[in-house]
Nanobody
Framework: QVQLVESGGGLVQAGGSLRLSCAASGRTFSSYSMAWFRQAPGKEREYVAGIRWSGYTNYVDSVKGRFTISRDNTKNTLTLQMNSLKPEDTAIYYC????????????????WGQGTQVTVSS
């Protein structure tokens, strides 16, 4: 079992930065693939970025070069550094965990946090 708690969301102007964190419980955090998803009002939850236990990372095209996903297995923490934010990045951001490989398919993830709101004003 893994419990996930996100933090770090907020309101920022376009072009600004935010750093999201996800604290995970459980002694096997390092064995999980982790990911960030987001859901904007009226839209499906979409994949943003993922990271394997080995450090391999993967990003959706719309955030490449702006967002960086990282993890600290000693602190059971997942992070998403978001730079050059755009109004279209506005959404609730969720961290998720799976014992499978990193995938963009949300149904492959077994554990989810409660989400943290990110709002980017123009």
């Amino acid at each position: 079992q893994v419990q996930l708690v996100e933090s770090g969301g907020g309101l920022v102007q376009a072009g600004g930065s935010l750093r999201l964190s996800c604290a995970a419980s459980g002694r096997t955090f390092s064995s999980y693939s982790m990911a960030w998803f987001r859901q904007a009002p009226g839209k499906e939850r979409e994949y943003v970025a993922g990271i394997r236990w080995s450090g391999y990372t993967n990003y959706v095209d719309s955030v490449k070069g702006r967002f960086t996903i990282s993890r600290d297995n000693t602190k059971n923490t997942l992070t998403l550094q978001m730079n050059s934010l755009k109004p279209e990045d506005t959404a609730i951001y969720y961290c998720a965990a799976t014992q499978r490989r990193v995938t963009q398919l949300k149904d492959e993830y077994d554990y989810w946090g409660q989400g943290t709101q990110v709002t980017v004003s123009s």
